[in-house]
């Protein structure tokens, strides 16, 4: 189903200390980014995410957007009504930057800040909430800072 995976620049994975925190890339062209980070089951990690990034013409930030944003042209709002809930992390903003553990079903919203107890151990995979069969729109990339707080 989905095809554009995207590698991190960290080639080993990586198990942060506690304390410490790492900075990765999340493109949106990528529907799977791989950020090498390895989440541990009971820990606690904080996620602050920076810059903007494209949705065909529409410019936001990590913490998505709504159709109903009157800065949205006309003709990207055709649609919106068979689309709404369609996107791969349903009722949740499009464009918001979702984190998921091991490429699974294991999802949570990260937007532009939160924080979460991993509920189970694996690598952390993150992507922009769009459609499915929408990632070859998609420009631009967010910096996504992770720390492990205990």
Same mark, same amino acid.
């Given at each position: 189903m989905? +095809?554009?995976?995207c ?9 942060? +200390? ?7 890339? @999340?493109?949106?062209? !990528? ?14 990690? *904080?996620?602050?995410?920076?810059g903007?990034?494209?949705?065909? @013409? @529409? &410019?936001?930030?990590?913490?998505g957007y ?10 990207? =709002? #055709?649609?919106? *009504?068979? /689309? ?7 009722? /949740?903003?499009? &464009? =918001?930057? @979702?984190?998921c ?17 991993? %509920? =189970?151990?694996?690598?952390?995979? !993150?992507?922009?909430n *769009?459609?499915? $069969?929408?990632?070859?729109?998609? #420009?631009? =990339?967010?910096?996504? %800072? $992770?720390?492990?707080l205990?």
């Open positions: 989905y +095809k554009n995976n590698k991190s620049i960290n080639m080993f994975p990586t198990t942060l +200390k506690k304390g410490e925190t790492m900075n990765v890339e @999340i493109i949106a062209a !990528c529907d799977w980014n791989n950020t090498g980070i390895i989440l541990e089951e009971g820990q606690t990690y *904080d996620f602050h995410a920076f903007n990034w494209i949705d065909s @013409i @529409i &410019f936001s930030d990590a913490n709504q159709y109903d944003n009157p800065q949205i042209p006309w003709y990207s =709002k #055709l649609g919106n *009504d068979i /689309s709404d809930g369609f996107q791969r992390f349903p009722n /949740s903003q499009l &464009f =918001k930057l @979702i984190g553990i091991d490429n699974q079903n294991e999802c949570f919203e990260i937007g532009v800040n939160n924080t979460i107890t991993a %509920n =189970k151990t694996g690598i952390l995979y !993150c992507y922009a *769009d459609f499915s $069969v929408m990632y070859g729109n998609n #420009l631009g =990339k967010l910096r996504l %800072n $992770v720390t492990h205990y």
